[in-house]
Structure formats: C-alpha cells, structure tokens
C-alpha cells in the first residue's frame, strides 16, 4: 500500500480554513511546523511537496511580509514532528497556504 505524503497537509489547510471561520475578530489562524532537531517551529508560509517517492523530502516557506526574513526549510518528510494550528493577533495573516507539487510543470 502506498503512503499518501500529501494527506497531512491536506487535512491541516481543512482545519486551517475551518479555524479561520470561528476565528474572532482581530484573530487569525497560523500553522507551525515542529521538525525533529529543530528547536524553533517554522511558522508556516507554503509546503511543497512531491510525488516521487525517491524524493521524500518537503520544503517549507517561511510565512513573511518581508523577503529577508524568508527562510527555505528543506527537510526529509519523516522529520516533521508535529503540525499545529493556533489562533494568534492579528491584524492580517495569510487566508491559507498553498501545497505545491514540485515534479509537476
């Protein structure tokens, strides 16, 4: 049987637009990402991900208004600890994250 690599960060967009919907005003949901060896979670921006089982490794965007704070975290997929949604002030925070493919054109 084959593992869907993909599912998890399926689920947590689901649950990320789900908790933007309750979400009280003057609050936004944000997801971060806890990678084993990592001390700090990455505040997430954008996953990718690929297809190719050879590849197992995903690459997470840091969420940033700012291109100098951008960080790109490539990490093998079995390091992804834990994945949690939480709801932060916020003025405006990103209505999702989007799940690229990265072996497709």
């Known amino acids: 049987m084959e593992t869907d690599a993909h599912k ?8 990320l637009e789900s908790l ?3 979400a009280p005003e003057g609050y936004a949901p944000v997801v971060d990402v806890f ?3 990592r ?3 990455v505040r997430l921006g954008e996953v990718h991900t690929t297809r190719d089982p050879g590849f ?32 932060v002030p916020s003025e405006s925070v990103a209505d999702t ?3 690229e493919w990265l072996d497709e054109e």
């Open 8 to 15: 998890i960060w399926r689920i947590v967009r689901s649950n």
């Open 20 to 22: 933007k919907q309750a």
């Open 35 to 37: 990678l084993v060896g």
């Open 39 to 41: 001390a700090e979670p």
């Open 56 to 87: 197992a490794w995903t690459l997470l965007v840091t969420e940033t208004t700012d291109v100098l704070d951008e960080h790109l975290v490539f990490a093998p997929s079995q390091y992804v600890e834990r994945v949690e949604i939480h709801l």
């Open 97 to 99: 994250f989007p799940i």
